[in-house]
């Protein structure tokens, strides 16, 4: 028997679109996996997913599994819409199992047909013989449908797990994944978000996987910022209902169809200002660490943070003006100027807004903000920026 865990982060976007230009940071609020794979035994064999977040627990006999992903019929394994086919029959076919699976749930539906999706193309690609027990326990604290990259840390969560039982089966021993590891991981996730997820956004698989703050551009060429610390945010519920969420959407659309080329061009600029002052940041980190000088003791570094404030301050400004974000909102980020800190809304139409907190913003001052913006029934939590990709645990 081994049982191992790893873990993925979510992804925060500080600036630019998805999938565009753009500024993404992995964000300290990660998915865990745990792995145990057990002895072979005579009595029946099982896979079990416990998906804790979501409600969604069962065991499937493995037999059940093996008659509809054989070794007579693996050449869909290398296609991966006929793979994805091959896994939404099979689920509908399943009646033999024990647990709790909502088949009208679509969370419930898309987590298991990407379990089964990246199950069966690592298991049969890499040569994994399944002879015995297993079960996959995940959890998030990530909140589903927020654009904090919670899907892709989940496909990315599930694809290392698998990765590295391939890894343990082949005694290839790591304390930690290589390069080339992580971007056959890449490459699975990739195929997963695309094909299960209908989604193309790279953006959240490239943070998840690798972490780190990234600049990405529109042919996912990626900088990486390797020299900045990490950075502490508030993140801020605006208690906005789904409802809500949703006329905020249209009001997006109607926006889009008019006149906001002029609010849009001056997002692209501020967006562009940022990636400078963020690679400006990177520099002088740098030269701090080869000094030995502790961050806070640095008034340039501290006035460039304050300037990147004062960009994500004005890049909310702008979005106010398209009326992409809801009053809540606007007072959580008028909360956060009257301490001189900058906030933005995470996405079009969702409940969160992020505050960028100084290197020198004191424990007390975040306290104080906390208290505040629950005294508004706005509930916050302290999290971090520019930490690392998928890892063991």
């Known amino acids: 028997m081994f ?5 993925a982060p979510g992804t925060m976007l500080l600036c630019g679109e998805r ?9 300290d609020m990660r998915t865990v996996v745990t792995f145990s794979l057990f002895p072979p035994v005579d009595r029946r064999e099982f896979i079990e997913i416990n998906f804790s977040s979501i409600q969604l627990h069962m065991k499937i006999p493995l037999d059940q599994y093996y008659r509809c992903f054989t070794d007579e019929n693996y050449g869909f394994i290398y296609f991966p819409v006929m793979l994805h086919e091959k896994v939404k029959s099979f689920i509908n076919s399943m009646t033999d199992y024990e647990g709790i699976y909502d088949p009208n749930n679509q969370t419930h539906k898309l987590s298991l047909q ?6 069966a193309s690592i298991s049969f690609q890499k040569e994994i013989i399944i002879k015995s027990s297993f079960i996959v326990e995940l959890s998030s604290e990530l909140p589903i449908g927020e654009s904090l990259g919670s899907s892709a840390s989940f496909v990315v969560c599930l694809t290392a797990c698998f990765f590295r039982w391939y890894l343990l089966e082949k005694r290839k021993i790591r304390d930690t994944f290589k390069p080339k590891d992580l971007q056959h991981i890449m490459n699975y996730a990739t195929d997963c978000e695309n094909y299960v997820y209908k989604s193309s956004n790279i953006t959240d698989t490239v943070i998840s996987t690798y972490g780190l703050i990234k600049m990405l551009d529109e042919n996912s060429q990626v900088y990486s910022f390797f020299d900045v610390s990490s950075i502490k945010i508030l993140l801020v519920s605006s208690n906005i209902s789904q409802s809500i969420e949703q006329s905020m959407e249209m009001k997006v659309k109607e926006h889009l169809s008019f006149t906001v080329a002029f609010v849009l061009k001056s997002i692209e600029t501020v967006s562009t200002k940022f990636n400078e002052t963020l690679q400006e940041i990177d520099e002088k980190t740098y030269s701090l660490k080869q000094m030995k000088i502790d961050e806070i003791n640095s008034i340039h570094l501290i006035n460039l943070y304050k300037k990147l404030a004062d960009l994500i301050h004005i890049n909310q400004g702008l979005r106010r003006a398209l009326g992409t974000s809801h009053p809540n909102q606007d007072t959580i980020c008028t909360i956060a100027r009257d301490f001189s800190l900058g906030g933005k809304i995470v996405s079009s139409g969702g409940k969160y807004v992020f505050i960028l907190l100084l290197p020198n913003s004191s ?3 975040i306290q104080d903000l906390i208290k505040i913006f629950e005294s508004h029934n706005f509930p916050a939590k302290i999290a971090s920026l520019n930490g690392s990709g998928v890892r063991f645990e």
Do not use: M, P, R, Y
């Open 19 to 27: 999938n565009k230009s753009c500024v993404a940071a992995s964000l």
């Open 3 to 7: 049982k191992f865990s790893l873990s």
């Open 114 to 119: 990407g379990f089964f999706f990246l199950l």
């Open 363 to 365: 424990d007390e001052l």
